[in-house]
């Protein structure tokens, strides 16, 4: 083994922190430190200098470095084991590509869920972690005049109900819009391809359990999902498990019923993720939340409708809505016809779990704005980084 000194490690390490665009922080070192032992830093750092867009075979890296290929393979497929390193295969000749994703949404999902990694090691890691959290973590990843991340409307009984659209004055393709607003569209688009579309249990709730720190939360588990090349790495190394359309489905509907939030990639199309988010447990939506910090997400397009003649004043919307947007209003204690449920609109995101949970389909959602979505996931990244409100 090579001997790396000190200061090449501190150097390997830093350009590692910011590659994967890792904040700064007290405890980013020690972070990476449990993920990369120094060798794996060093290599990485070599190459790797864009997430998402240098991608190698082991023999390119090989020849480019001037590395033994097979140590390179070793350490490449260590860490891709333990989802820290990603890779796909190209669909030109077949050849196995690696490549580095973001710290979040990426590498910490697909480490803390990871059986390959020790039990031990992870409430090492989640412990550390969760201090950053506090600190301010994903706010100093996060806060930006462009959001990674955007809400989806939920499924509804109904579908041709479900989206109403209105200001039809705005220059927009419909379905362009269909395309990134409609997450069963999103489900059966990934879908056309076999074997495209992986179930992962969630990182959050993982986390939640691991800590013991939302025991009251009954949401369930294997409730994420990615599609296209990190579905076959998901499965490959064993961390979640192909799922057909109409089980996708069925897991989004699973969620809607315990007021799960759907939050995926803020691009047009080929979206590599759906996340299920309850406001307890979820990084994203519980830190908005606890932040008053709306910038961590892009809202959906739209917001409820509610039709009195079928509402029946259940307070079913009230009770799920993540956000408080709903309210109960008592108009007379002796006469519920003229109780109402009213609407803070400014608060609402639009994740329509309100109407797809109400038992007299009184809600539809109405679009009222148009936010531009980024055409790719890289293209979504760099938005976010120009855009940092920090």
Request: positive net charge; hydrophobic residues 35%; proline residues 4%.
């Amino acid at each position: 083994m090579i001997k790396i000194s000190t200061t090449e490690i501190e150097k390997a390490y830093s350009k590692l922190r910011n590659t994967i665009m890792l904040p700064k922080m007290k405890l980013s070192d020690e972070i990476l430190r449990i993920w990369y032992k120094p060798e794996e830093a060093e290599l990485l750092a070599k190459g790797f200098k864009t997430v998402l867009m240098d991608r190698y075979t082991v023999k390119k890296y090989a020849e480019k470095f001037g590395i033994e290929e097979a140590k390179i393979k070793e350490i490449f497929d260590r860490l891709a084991r333990r989802g820290l390193l990603f890779y796909y295969f190209s669909l030109k000749d077949g050849a196995k590509k690696y490549y580095l994703p973001p710290i979040m949404p990426g590498l910490i999902e697909y480490y803390i869920v990871n059986k390959n990694n020790s039990i031990d090691e992870r409430r090492e890691f989640i412990k550390k972690f969760t201090t950053m959290e506090e600190e301010g973590l994903v706010g100093m990843s996060m806060d930006s005049k462009f959001s990674i991340f955007r809400i989806i409307p939920g499924t509804k009984p109904n579908p041709k109900e479900r989206l109403i659209e209105v200001n039809q004055h705005l220059e927009v393709d419909k379905s362009q819009v269909l395309a990134y607003q409609d997450i069963e569209k999103i489900i059966r688009n990934a879908g056309k391809i076999e074997n495209n579309i992986a179930i992962l249990p969630c990182t959050c709730r993982t986390i939640a359990m691991m800590k013991k720190s939302s025991p009251d939360c009954q949401a369930p588990v294997e409730v994420c999902m990615c599609f296209g090349a990190p579905a076959r790495y998901t499965v490959e190394e064993g961390i979640g498990e192909y799922a057909t359309i109409e089980e996708a489905i069925d897991v989004l509907k699973l969620a809607e019923k315990h007021g799960l939030i759907h939050l995926s990639q803020n691009t047009y199309d080929k979206q590599g993720f759906i996340c299920n988010c309850c406001s307890c447990c979820c990084g994203v939506i519980g830190s908005a939340i606890k932040m008053n910090n709306m910038n961590l997400f892009t809202n959906s397009d739209y917001v409820p409708v509610l039709d009195l003649d079928k509402c029946k004043k259940c307070k079913k919307c009230v009770n799920l809505c993540s956000f408080h947007a709903l309210s109960y209003i008592v108009g007379d204690s002796e006469d519920k016809s003229k109780d109402k449920i009213l609407l803070r609109e400014n608060v609402c995101i639009g994740c329509g779990i309100c109407a797809s949970n109400c038992p007299t389909g009184a809600i539809n959602l109405k679009k009222v704005r148009h936010s531009e979505p980024a055409n790719s996931f890289m293209d979504a990244a760099m938005k976010m980084l120009q855009g940092r409100n920090i």
